[in-house]
């Protein structure tokens, strides 16, 4: 039976940053991936780092979000210069553009809630804003700066995470789909891979929204998968410098013309596919937006899909099974929150506790509320 200190199933951005953080200082670690590591929701996403909240359910995020945000350069230079790769990161703020008739009130009410959370988002008179972007439609109400804001180009990022956990020793299982969980007693010891044991000190769950399809660990992990399409765009006349941004949807820069844009939210299953519907709605908002971006080309459409929980927060830390880790459920913020994920599970392994409070994102809160519900 081969035997490693920590195994990571699911080896995607988050599972590949655990494995680097823990590789780094020595410790056997094998990761397993039920494909080619690093295709899925890690490759589909956008790349936009913002801590700021989407919705009501996402405030709770924030100061997570925050603090993996001011990681982020420091993240970026060690992963670059352990996997010798570019990381694709551009750290140059973004705008948020309102267009409704009460873009004013939209905007006081973004900036109230936004000072609330400590993030030092800023009023753009929207002459200010077209300087930045001259390129933003002549339809804008009102605008606000979030000059903290950052994005990367995921896809980048991913395979250099990969690189680099690799370079600093760590194992790769490619098309190992992990068929459950060994547990002793109330000890985690291991895993099942094609009829095989897979021994180990530590199991830590990184697979997204596929988490929930083993049995054995589903009520610390109750993930669902959420579709959301994308488009890729090049222009000749738009080369942004800020990810732009509205109620509708985002654009983000990958420079030289290039831009990526999205995003749908869909209950569609595992299904990954790109519709008519979702791609009116994207291109929709990008024209709304930026309207010169009607005559760009089209380069490339896809889907992912997204790990969502019953609550939208993740589900990261150490449950009531010794040995036993959860770090799933990032929603639409897996590539944001990739650096302080790694940073806790790795704590969690190698001090017993971790450095940055996370109880509000424990796995037992899904558990127990299964318990008391049953």
């Known amino acids: 039976m081969k035997s490693f200190d920590i195994v990571i199933v699911g080896g995607g951005i988050i599972g590949g940053a655990i494995a680097f953080e823990l590789a780094r200082q020595k410790i056997r670690v094998a990761v397993f991936d039920r494909q080619t590591p690093g295709q899925e929701a890690s490759w589909a996403a956008a790349g936009m780092l913002s801590p700021a909240?989407?919705?009501?359910?996402?405030?709770?995020?924030?100061?997570?979000?925050?603090?993996?945000?001011?990681?982020?350069?420091?993240?970026?230079?060690?992963?670059?210069?352990?996997?010798?790769?570019?990381?694709?990161?551009?750290?140059?703020?973004?705008?948020?553009?309102?267009?409704?008739?009460?873009?004013?009130?939209?905007?006081?009410?973004?900036?109230?809630?936004?000072?609330?959370?400590?993030?030092?988002?800023?009023?753009?008179?929207v002459e200010e804003a077209q300087t930045l972007e001259p390129a933003l439609g002549r339809d804008l109400g009102a605008a606000a700066l979030l000059p903290n804001e950052a994005s990367v180009d995921n896809r980048m990022l991913t395979h250099a995470v990969l690189a680099a956990a690799e370079a600093s020793g760590a194992k790769f299982f490619t098309d190992c789909e992990v068929e459950d969980v060994l547990f002793s007693g109330n000890k985690c010891n291991g895993i099942v891979v094609a009829g095989e044991k897979v021994g180990a000190g530590h199991v830590a769950i990184a697979a997204g929204c596929w988490a929930s399809k083993l049995e054995s660990i589903a009520r610390f992990a109750p993930t669902r998968p959420i579709r959301g399409q994308m488009v890729a765009m090049l222009s000749d006349t738009v080369d942004l410098a800020h990810v732009i941004r509205s109620e509708r949807g985002y654009i983000v820069p990958r420079g030289e013309g290039l831009c990526v844009a999205g995003s749908t939210l869909?209950?569609?299953?595992?299904?990954k596919r790109v519709t008519p519907g979702g791609?009116?709605?994207?291109?929709?908002?990008?024209?709304?937006?930026?309207?010169a971006l009607a005559d760009a080309e089209i380069v490339e459409t896809w889907s992912g899909l997204r790990p969502d929980t019953p609550d939208h927060l993740p589900s990261l830390g150490p449950v009531d099974v010794e040995g036993l880790l959860i770090a799933t459920g990032h929603y639409r913020n897996g590539i944001l929150l990739t650096p302080i994920t790694a940073k806790i599970i790795t704590d969690f392994i190698t001090e017993?506790?971790?450095?940055?409070?996370?109880?509000?994102?424990?796995?037992?809160?899904?558990?127990?509320?299964?318990?008391?519900s049953a």
Do not use: W
């Not at 869909?266 to 299904?271: I, L, P, Q, S, V």
């Not at 791609?279 to 309207?291: C, D, N, Q, R, S």
């Open 279 to 291: 791609i009116e709605k994207i291109l929709g908002a990008v024209t709304e937006m930026i309207p």
């Open 53 to 125: 909240p989407d919705s009501a359910d996402a405030i709770p995020l924030v100061p997570l979000a925050r603090a993996s945000l001011d990681v982020y350069p420091e993240f970026i230079a060690t992963i670059e210069e352990a996997s010798g790769q570019q990381a694709g990161f551009r750290p140059g703020g973004a705008i948020e553009a309102f267009f409704s008739h009460d873009a004013a009130r939209e905007l006081s009410t973004l900036i109230a809630l936004h000072h609330g959370l400590g993030l030092p988002t800023e009023v753009l008179r």
């Open 266 to 271: 869909e209950n569609a299953g595992y299904e």
């Open 352 to 372: 017993g506790r971790a450095s940055f409070p996370c109880d509000a994102y424990s796995p037992m809160r899904f558990a127990d509320a299964a318990e008391a």
